[in-house]
Nanobody
Framework: QVQLVESGGGLVQAGGSLRLSCAAS????????MGWYRQAPGKQRDLVAT???????NYADSVKGRFTISRDTAKNTVYLQMNSLKPEDTAVYYC????????????????WGQGTQVTVSS
């Protein structure tokens, strides 16, 4: 059973930085695209950033130039460095990962982490 465990959330002032981490359980599993999503109170869950196995990335327009996603494929870990944080970045941040049987194959399952709260005060 795959588990994604996020860490690194917290309370920060506007203009500050946080780094989120998401570790997938064990190294027996292989993941293709990994990413971060966020959900503010009363709103839908939205894409923040994704990263593929070739390290190609995709960002929401609202975070481009401020957030950086990266991964350690060998450790099945994905990171989100968040700089110049704004109050509107306040949300629960969720890790997401596509499990594959081998790199280059289609996903066989998709997993979500439990979420980590990020609060940015003005």
């Amino acid at each position: 059973q795959v588990q994604l465990v996020e860490s690194g959330g917290g309370l920060v002032q506007a203009g500050g930085s946080l780094r989120l981490s998401c570790a997938a359980s064990g190294t027996a599993f292989t993941f293709s695209t990994m990413g971060w999503y966020r959900q503010a109170p009363g709103k839908q869950r939205d894409l923040v950033a994704t990263i593929a196995t070739d390290s190609s990335t995709n960002y929401a327009d609202s975070v481009k130039g401020r957030f950086t996603i990266s991964r350690d494929t060998a450790k099945n870990t994905v990171y989100l460095q968040m700089n110049s944080l704004k109050p509107e970045d306040t949300a629960v941040y969720y890790c997401n990962a596509d499990q594959v049987r081998r790199l280059g194959s289609r996903p066989v399952a998709n997993y979500w982490g439990q979420g980590t709260q990020v609060t940015v005060s003005s």
